[in-house]
Each structure stands twice: as structure tokens, then as C-alpha cells.
DNA sequence: ATGGGGGCCTGCCGGC
DNA sequence: TGCCGGCAGGCCCCCA
């Protein structure tokens, strides 16, 4: 799935469309995704008026005139697409639902906004805007890596005396919330820090130095667009517009691309997670 | 508390 | 337009 850097591109890519707009209709064409959804979530959103769309770790966030916030996550496979252009009153040419299109969003402007999923690893639910942070899902998440509370101080208290890998520990979302699979191995490929070392054994300046590296990392795959997999697409739709290139994520096998480096990249498994590093830079 | 593994689903790719 | 096994960006839950 998208991580933090994807999520973000699509929740642009949404904003313009959806926010001030009303919910014509939704279309809910199945129960659930990972969970069920919440109960009668086609008539609460159907005329609500989207006040504004956010983001928290990789769940989009969108407020509605009732009350109530969508809480929506695209797992692994989810794209939200964007189809019919809001012009105006005329053109409304919509295609078909096609496989894997689970939920539909109609807006007054004319814009539909479809949720398809195929590994249905998604989520939506539904919560009272006030105390939203307070959603099981996102209560016990660790800070944003791009927002002020995560600094270095942070980062080595919170890693002290935890024998997991370090490559373990920053994919979990209650230590740093945002970062998934594919930024974990840039980010210590960009530090130097080997995978497997236990984040509690990594010396002082190691840790601190990952705070900037994680900011670096997302920053800019967030100005490229997020990066672009086989099966991501940005909010409009559009497929591998932006192809950002991966130091170490699937590259086996491959020449490390460090200037001078002799190393090959290797992938590891951790935690049942493939790990892709450089055994000569990343000690 | 912490850490590891299983499971959820479908699709794709490589090897046979 | 072959079949099968392995693998995939996430994350909750259960177990030791």
C-alpha cells in the first residue's frame, strides 16, 4: 500500500474535488473491506457536505457537515479514483463499476470518486468528528514523522532498551506512524544503519541521525507525487505517472549505487517482511 | 511489556 | 492463450 508519502498524494489529489462538495450519492456495493462498515455509512454520507480532508499516518481523514468524520485506509491495494470531471452541470459520463470498485462517490460537482480494492486489506468507518484522535485505529499511534513531535529526543527514548531490529521497529506505527515497508528500507539504506542491528544497541548519534533522514526520505517522495508501484495510482488516476527510483527496495542483486561501493544489495526477511539493504555500506 | 508469527485477500510473475 | 508456488506497499490479533 501507499504509505504516508502515498496517502498524502492522494489526499491532494482528492481535496480538490471533494472538499466544500456535497455527497450526491454513495454507492456502498459490498458489507465491508477489513472490517464491515459501519452501519447505514451510505445514508449518513449521502448529503453531507465535505468540510476538509486530512491525513494521520496513512488513514485520510474527511469531515462532514453532520458531525461525523470518514475514516478511510487503502491497506495494500486501495486506489481512490477520480472519474468525470467537475465542470459544471453538464457531462456526466461515468464508466461502469468495475471489478473491485466497492464504494462510490458521487458529488454535486459532478466528480465520482471510487474506492476500488482488490486485496480488500481497506478500511472505512465512521466517528464523531470531535474526539476523532481517540478511534481505536488511531489512538495509539506514534507522532507524524513530519510533525514537531517527532525529534530525536523522542526517537532515542523511544528506542531505548528495545531489542527489535531497528528495520522492525520503525515500521511500527506506535514508534513512528507512516512509514511502511519500502521507506524503512530507503531511510537505513540513506543512514547507513544495518537492518538486523537492534535499535536498542544502536549508538546515540545512529538513532538521532535517523530523525533527518526520515523527514528527507518522505519530503521528498511526497514532492515526487509519492512513488509509484504496479498498482498505484495517483487520486486522478493516472497509472506510474511518477516513477521514483528506490535506492535498495527491490533492487537484489543489484550494484549498490553508493559512489566507491563494491557492495551488493541483499534482501533479508524480518518479521516475515523482505528487508533490502547493502551489506558493505549499511553497518 | 515486547517480539514474532499467522492471517486476511487477490493478482502477478517466474519457473516448470 | 497452462499450472503452481511464492511474493506483494498493512496491520490486527494471538501466543510465548
Known amino acids: 500500500m501507499p504509505e504516508l508519502p502515498e496517502v498524502e498524494t492522494v489526499m491532494r489529489g482528492l481535496a480538490p474535488v471533494m472538499t466544500d462538495q456535497v455527497i450526491a450519492k454513495a454507492d456502498v456495493r459490498r458489507d465491508g473491506l477489513r ?8 445514508a449518513r454520507l449521502t448529503g453531507q457536505r465535505v468540510l476538509g480532508l ?7 481523514l474527511a ?7 470518514l475514516l478511510l485506509h ?8 477520480v472519474s468525470g470531471a467537475p465542470l459544471g452541470v453538464f ?10 470498485d466497492h464504494v462510490v462517490l458521487d458529488m454535486a460537482n459532478g466528480a465520482r470518486i471510487t474506492f476500488n480494492d482488490a486485496r480488500r486489506f481497506g478500511a472505512m468507518d465512521l466517528m464523531q468528528t470531535a474526539g476523532a484522535d481517540a478511534h481505536a485505529l488511531l489512538a495509539a499511534l506514534g507522532p507524524e514523522p513530519l510533525g514537531n513531535a517527532f525529534d530525536e529526543d523522542y526517537l532515542v527514548a523511544r528506542l531505548a532498551g528495545r531489542g ?18 519500502i521507506y524503512v528500507c530507503e531511510v537505513l539504506f540513506r543512514a547507513r544503519i544495518a537492518p538486523a542491528r537492534r535499535a536498542g544497541d ?3 548519534p545512529a538513532v538521532r541521525s535517523l530523525v533527518p533522514v526520515i523527514r528527507a526520505v518522505l519530503a521528498e517522495a511526497i514532492a515526487a507525487g509519492g512513488s509509484s508501484l504496479r498498482d498505484y495510482r495517483q487520486a486522478d488516476g ?3 505517472y511518477f516513477q521514483h527510483s528506490f535506492h535498495v527496495y527491490d533492487r537484489a542483486g543489484q550494484a549498490c549505487v553508493t559512489p566507491g561501493c563494491t557492495g551488493v544489495i541483499e534482501r533479508l526477511v524480518q518479521a516475515g517482511r523482505s528487508s533490502f539493504h547493502c551489506p558493505q555500506c549499511q553497518q
Request: charged share 20%; proline share 9%; aromatic share 4%.
Open 63 to 69: 469531515d462532514l457537515s453532520s458531525g461525523e468524520t
Open 54 to 60: 486530512r491525513r494521520r499516518s496513512k488513514y485520510i
Open 164 to 181: 527489535t531490529p531497528i528495520k522492525t521497529a520503525l515500521l511500527d506505527q506506535h514508534v513512528v506512524a507512516g512509514l511502511g515497508n
Open 238 to 240: 493516472e497509472l506510474g
Open 74 to 81: 487503502l491497506g495494500m491495494s486501495g486506489r481512490m479514483l
Open 202 to 204: 544502536l549508538p546515540q
Open 91 to 100: 457531462h456526466h459520463s461515468h464508466p461502469a463499476p468495475a471489478k473491485h
Open 35 to 42: 472490517w464491515p462498515f459501519p452501519s447505514d455509512m451510505a
